[in-house]
């Protein structure tokens, strides 16, 4: 008998990561269909230079997915300059060789993250930041390197394309990470990269502004000889662009034979693209796959058909993929939100709906993943739906939702208990905000405890060492940790040494990448 694994999803990878695309977008402070603009830029200057099918076809690739590794250390970011996603949408017009204006422009957002400090409160703010610059170079850029090499691997690109999503920083002149350089650099990222270059300066200046750019970065960020590709194909290239009708565009010029997932390669990308939205936070980690594990065993309590299940389960994995459009400030601030604040939080659940609206294979999963947060009674958000518009699957998907996040820590409270949990979920129950029913097939289900994710010790480490990654992941240096685990600083430095050297990575990012994986989180 067939594994029923083996076949066809109905999805069609093109169409899951040009969704996936726009997640990104919304995460480097970019309007949606960037990426999917600067794929059709890429594709078509890739053609102009010669380009060989399947060097086309990573380039495709590697325009939409640039980003997915930069979802790593955004709290960092919104630590030091405020809303990390203005200071990237801002950021991305600026030549990262230009350090005299790279400096500026930091200085400028870590003066005004700090603008309701005092001067001198202000100013140590600002010193403190300078000192962790150094950081960008030697953690934070190959960090998103190797989670983005991670990720792309787990989604089941070749090894080219892996190798081109790991230089996501690099230049023409060396001055990037990595630091390779001229042709030590994949082609299909130094296409994309130039792509994307010039899809900023198109809008905002025309062709006129992207091409000048491309000049002035020629043999600093970009190559040469693609630059002039440019140059002498620009009316070709840049036709029709401000007017193209994007999605239609991007999936008509995918190079090559059309790949369709099977319902086991669509399960783990589900699971990557999962991880890509939670590393947006600490707190997030592991969250969704979390909440896939609940709500699947609630929805299998509650005697829903096997497919309800299977749709709950990825729809859970999804359900969050919108948090990446919201600045890691607010998902780490540890006081009250402002009014204005809030109404920013509430958008995630759009933004979900957004990113997977597209594909029709998507539907059921779209439709789905956007009520984790709607309530019976129509408190919910983002539609306020009330009862008699949220089906079983809905009820499910929220009930578990919210009991994950209530046994899980956030920055203004500790993790409740199972038993507080439980409680909660009661008193919405009395309120008459959730299902009674499907309140008492989760805590059937989970036996009204927090649902285990801690695997068998993997990669040789041991349990101290499990200890130390957990509280890396978790965001804390590795003073926090020292003092966290009352052993010295040269200790924790031995294990982080180790830890890297038997689980295969060399950045926290990788590391907190690694433990979501393996589940390797409390």
Known sequence: ??????????????????????????????????????????????????????????????????????????????????????????????DGGDSLRVMSMALRYMRDANAGNSLLQTLQAMVNGLAQMPQVTSSFFPGHCEVAARLATRLGFPATFVRAAGQLYARWDGKGTPALKGEE???????????????????????????????????????????????????????????????????????????????????NACLAIADFGDIK??????????????????????????SDVALIRRAALLHDIGKVGISAGLWGKSGALTDREWEKVRLHPYYTERILARPAALAPICALAALHHE???????????????????ARVLATANHFCALTEERPHRPACTPEMAADELKRQV?????????????????????PSTRKETVAGLSEREVEVLRLLARGQTMKQVAEQLIISYKTVDRHVQNIYTKIGVSTRAGATLFVMEHQLLD
């Open 281 to 306: 936070s600490p707190y997030f980690l592991n969250h969704s796959p979390r909440v896939a594990e609940v709500a699947s065993a609630t929805a299998a309590r509650c005697a829903l058909p096997a």
């Open 430 to 450: 009395k309120a008459g905000r959730m299902d009674g029913e499907i309140v008492n097939g989760l805590l059937a289900a989970t036996g009204q405890g927090k």
């Open 375 to 393: 309530r019976l009674d129509g408190s919910g958000y983002h539609r306020n739906l009330n009862a008699a518009m949220l089906s079983p699957s």
């Open 185 to 267: 650099i994949a082609p299909a990222f130094l296409v994309a990269a130039l792509a994307q270059d010039v899809v900023i300066f198109f809008r905002i200046g025309g062709a006129d502004a992207a091409v000048n750019m491309a000049r002035e970065r020629s043999g600093g960020a970009h190559a040469p000889k693609l630059v002039e590709v440019l140059c002498r194909h620009a009316p070709q290239i840049l036709n029709g662009l401000a007017e193209e009708p994007v999605w239609a565009t991007v999936l008509a010029m995918e190079p090559g034979q059309q790949r369709v997932l099977t319902q086991n390669e669509f399960d």
């Open 1 to 94: 008998m067939p594994d029923p694994s083996t076949k066809s999803s109905g999805v069609r990878l093109a169409e899951l990561m040009a969704a996936l695309s726009t997640a990104t977008d919304l995460g480097m402070g970019q309007p949606m269909e960037y990426a999917m603009t600067s794929c059709i830029v890429a594709v078509r200057l890739g053609e102009a230079a010669g380009l060989t099918e399947d060097e086309l076809r990573d380039v495709y690739y590697e325009a939409l997915l640039r980003y997915i590794g930069c979802n790593a250390d955004t709290y960092w970011m919104a630590s030091l300059f405020g809303d990390e996603l203005a200071f990237r949408r801002d950021f991305a017009s600026v």
